[in-house]
Structures are given as C-alpha cells and as structure tokens.
C-alpha cells in the first residue's frame, strides 16, 4: 500500500540566531510527537513570537514563560479539514465568546478549512477582512463554493445542469479567488440545493482550473449511501437515486481526469449494502490512488451524522412541507399530518414508503434514539424498543409519536439517529491518507440548554479529536500515537500544502498542543453531546495560549492562512471594513 509522503527533519538542536534569554516559551521535558509520524522524543520546544526556533535541549536557556511538561505529549496543533466555523454564530459572530471557537481549541484544533458542502459567502475577501479586523480564534484556510458559484451565475434558474457559458463564468470567479483573494480551492455540495442538479461534466471542468493553482477539491458526494437525503420514494418515483458507490465513481473520475488534489470529505456509508463495507470502498479509492490520482479523505470520529441529529420519522409532505426539528409554537403538526392522510389509502401507502426508507437509511429502528419526549420513561430507548413496547411498526410508530406527543415538533419527538458503523470509521482512519475533521460548528454549552440542547448540536463538535486520538488510535489500535497525530496535522497540512505548520520542528508556526494521554477522553453522549474534552492541557494558536492549564482563554489569535505561493495582490487588501 502506498503512503503519503512525509516530510521529515531532523531534530534541530542548535539555537544560532537567538540568545538563550530571548525565548518567549519553552516547553521543558515534554514527550515531542512532531506530527510526521516519527517515534517520540522527549525533548525541549522553544518559540519565540509565532515561531518555533528550537527544538531539543534547552538546559541553561530562559523564557518569558517556562511550563514543565514531563509526562505529557507536546503535539501540532490539529488542522480540521472540514468545520462550519464561517456561520455567524461562529466565526461571524458579534460575541468574541463565538469567535475565540472555544470547543475547536479545547480539543486541540489550532487551524481550519472552511466555507464547505459548497457554501462560500458572496465575497471571500470581505470575509477574510472580517475575520482580520474583529479576530477569531483559530486560523481559516478559505474555499470557494460549488453551489454558492452557482448561484452567482444561474439567475435563481439552478434546478438543472449549467450551460457551457455558465460554466465558463463559475471558472472566472473561482479563479478570481485562487489568484485574488486566497482560496484555497473548490469545496461541493453536490447532495444539497443546487449542486445536485450538477452534472459529472460540470464539476470536471470547474476542477480542471485548480492544479494550476495548487487548489484542492473537497466534496461532501452526491450520495452516501442507498440514496441522497433528500430522496423520498414517494415524492421521487420516476428517480433511480444515485448511491454512494455512484457518487465515488464520479469524484474519482475528477480527480483521476484533472489531476486536482481531490478529497473525499466526510467519508461515510449507510444504508443496507454501504453500512459495514468500508473495506470495499477504500479499495475502489486505493486503486485510483494506485492510478496516480491525488486522493485523500477526512473521516470525523463517532457514528452519527449532522442529519441524524434533525432526525424526524415523517416526511416533510406529510408535516406541510419542509421543517426542522426546532419547536414551532406556530405550527401545528398533528393538524397537518392528519390533514395528509386523510387523502386515503395512497396516502398513507406513500407514508409507509418514506418512513421504512428513512429508517433503513439510518440503519434500522435499533439506530435511532430518544432524546426528548413528554413521557420521560422513552428517552434512551430506541425505535425499535419502542416499537416492541408499543406492538406497533415503524409508521404506525411515527404516527402515534405525532398524535400523542408535542404536536409544535415535527414528528412529535426529539430523537437522534445513530447511521454509521463505528468499524467502518477505524477501517477509514486506518488509511494513511485519512486525515481528520469535525463536519462541526461553534456551540457554546451554556447556551445550548432547554429546548435547544439538542438542536445545532453533535458530539463531534466537542470530541472528535479526543476521541480520535485515545479512543481509536490507543483504546482501539486502529494506528500508534504517533500515526494518529500525524493523520491530524502534517498529513491536513500537506493536503492544504501548508508548508509552516502541522510539524515541531525550527521554522514552523507555534500552533502547539500538550495532551496528558492519561487523561485524554471524549466526555460528550448521545444524550450530553456539549461537553468539554478532558485532558488538553495547553493549546497554542501562532504562540499565544488559547487553553492554559485545561481553561479556554478567549484568544483571538488566528489568522487567515495564504495558499503557498498566492496570491499575487492580497497584499491590497485593507485589513478592516
């Protein structure tokens, strides 16, 4: 099997161009895993302003702030490879509490890809102008977006394959922003409005403009299972939905045809026939790496799904039409799901079909758990115990959930689905070219109480590099300590062609991490899923403490990254509104 390439140094232990007193921060006597996948050494780590100079024994040298660190592991600060941190309750956000990204430092996070599933805002340099004048607490890697691009061309006309000269004007713009205004490439959505009505000679051609930019393509596929989200067998019957073994087809013709560093983001598989078999599609991904196509992954670390957790049982047809999980006073759905089947037995035939795909989607009614409802005695159990308490099936379940719960909810219930197999994630981050990711976004826990404790929300906002790290690589041996960091800095760093950070070593950005592995863990449930990790002890973004002693400091340190060798006129760019 081939590996990534790494990019080794060797360990520097001469200081020639700093006095031994001019050290803003030594880290002494700390288990140094530099994040390319070389054995562990315990060794000193000395930064002065952003930078790391040193590394090795600095006995005899002094800084400005000295931490003793024997016992813990001194690591890269983590590069998420896919974050929704561009939302304005994030990054965006008025509130420096959102800004700093507080449950991204306190697993370790340091730097980020954002604006993906396709989404940019309308101008990426107004963003990155944003960002620099209010401050954030992570460093953003910025990508344009598939669907926003459509968009901006389409003329609320996006319900079908672009034009050729559509095309060319989505090339125009997304080269503007490889050249112009530091994107690091193109990120797809091609499951979500409007991408899916992209075509595969669509999206070979945009990714025909990044290798000459060095520009990356990451997409969330077509499909990621036996069907899109959005499909519905009643709704859809003349579609035969495309799958995910369609939807890779696709993504590695684009990366094998454009030669463009592609990557599949959020690697996943549910449904009957995709659930469980990871090992076959990381053979069909290996052959086209075998074929010389440029292709990675990023896998986040629990068995559930951002769709999982808005899990609802009925279809939006039989709610009124689209709805969330979020309580509406305003709304009643009882009234509206009874309104529906009162259309008759094709009604609720149709009913029927959607609510047994919905759940086989999801991995059957032993996959899907309550989190809230009026009768506390439900809350823990699943579909299917319900069911078996109940003596009903699945859609006669949904509709007295409906009838005899909260009727301002959709589907009169809270529940969460839980669609992944935990074993096919750790034969995804056994790969040597799978990189880390959250999919996740800023929540604050104090914030997400009540009725929103479960919407907006998922564990890996809070734990998946925790997780990856004690539970998959040591509890579970998926890979060493050593892999693992490498798989969640130098490996996101080379994808991103990042060239200063995700590595310890003399020259590097001091986004640094200390871990006390004895205490390292993932503290979120499926019922408690805002919960701060434990055992992330020291966590710095460009040399600047964003969690000191295990406590978030409210750091706005980040900064927006630059592809290496772009762009060419950034530099007049005005830092501020």
Not at 67 to 80: E, Y
Request: aromatic share 6%.
């Amino acid at each position: 099997m081939k590996t990534t390439t790494r990019l080794v140094l060797a360990w520097c232990v001469v200081i020639t161009s700093v006095a031994a007193r001019d050290f803003d921060l030594i880290l002494r006597g700390g288990t140094v895993i530099d994040g390319t996948g070389s054995a562990r050494r315990v060794t000193d780590v000395g930064v002065v302003g952003d930078t790391i100079v040193a590394v090795g024994n600095l006995a005899g040298s002094t800084a400005k702030t000295e931490l003793a660190v024997p016992g813990l592991v001194v690591t890269p600060g983590f590069i998420d490879m896919h974050a929704h941190l561009d939302r304005t309750e994030g990054l965006m956000s008025k509130d420096p509490r959102r800004r700093a990204a507080q449950n991204y430092v306190a697993q370790g996070i340091t730097s980020a890809a954002i604006n993906p599933d396709g989404r940019q805002p309308p101008s990426l340099l107004q963003e990155r102008r944003d960002f620099e004048h209010n401050g954030i607490g992570v460093n953003v890697a910025l990508f344009n977006g598939h669907n926003s691009l459509r968009a901006m061309v389409m003329n609320k006309d996006e319900e079908r394959p672009a034009t050729k000269a559509e095309i060319e004007q989505m090339k125009a713009i997304l080269r503007r922003g490889l050249e112009e205004e530091g994107s690091f490439g193109l990120s797809l959505g091609v499951e979500y409005y409007s991408g899916q009505y992209s075509t595969a000679d669509e999206l070979v051609e945009l990714a025909s403009v990044l290798p000459a930019y060095g520009g990356i393509y990451t997409s969330h596929l077509r499909s990621q299972g036996i069907s899109p989200m959005w499909y519905k067998p009643s709704v859809h019957k003349n579609i035969t939905p495309p799958t995910l073994e369609d939807s890779l087809k696709e993504t590695l013709r684009v990366a094998e045809e454009t030669g463009a560093v592609t990557v599949v983001t959020h690697m996943k598989g549910w449904g009957p026939g995709y659930r469980g078999e990871a090992a076959k599609w990381v053979a069909m991904m290996q052959a086209s790496r075998d074929r010389g196509a440029k292709l990675f992954i990023d896998v986040y670390s629990f068995d559930s799904t951002g769709s999982d957790g808005d899990f609802i049982l009925l279809p939006p047809w039989a709610l009124g039409g689209q709805m969330s999980s979020r309580d509406n006073i305003a709304v009643d759905y009882r009234a509206k799901l009874k309104s529906a089947l009162e259309k008759g037995a094709s009604a609720l035939a149709d009913l029927e079909r959607d609510v047994e795909h919905q759940v086989t989607l999801k991995g059957g009614p032993q996959s899907v758990v309550v989190l809230d409802y009026k009768d506390p005695t439900y809350v823990g159990k699943t579909l299917a115990d319900l069911m078996k308490l109940r003596k009903m099936n699945v859609t006669e379940m949904a509709i007295a959930l409906q009838n005899e719960g909260n009727p301002n909810i959709p589907g009169g219930i809270k529940m969460r689905a839980l669609s992944l197999d935990e074993k096919d994630v750790e034969t995804y981050y056994a790969q040597p070219w799978a990189a880390t990711s959250t999919d996740g976004w800023v929540v604050l826990p104090e914030e997400a109480v009540g009725p929103l404790k479960y919407i907006g929300t998922n564990r890996r906002c809070f734990g998946t590099y925790p997780r990856r790290l004690a539970f998959i690589s040591q509890q579970q041996k998926v890979d060493t300590l050593e892999e693992a960091v490498r798989k969640c800095s130098s490996l996101p760093a080379e994808i991103l062609n990042l060239r200063d950070r995700g590595r310890i070593a003399p020259g590097m950005k001091a986004d640094l991490v200390v871990l006390d592995m004895a205490t390292l863990q993932d503290n979120t449930t499926v019922t408690e899923p805002n919960v701060y990790p434990s055992g992330v002890q020291q966590v710095f973004v460009n040399g600047v403490a964003a969690v000191k002693d295990g406590k978030r400091t409210l750091a706005l340190a980040g900064r927006v990254l630059n592809p290496i060798g772009r762009p060419a006129r950034l530099e007049t760019v005005p830092a501020g509104p």
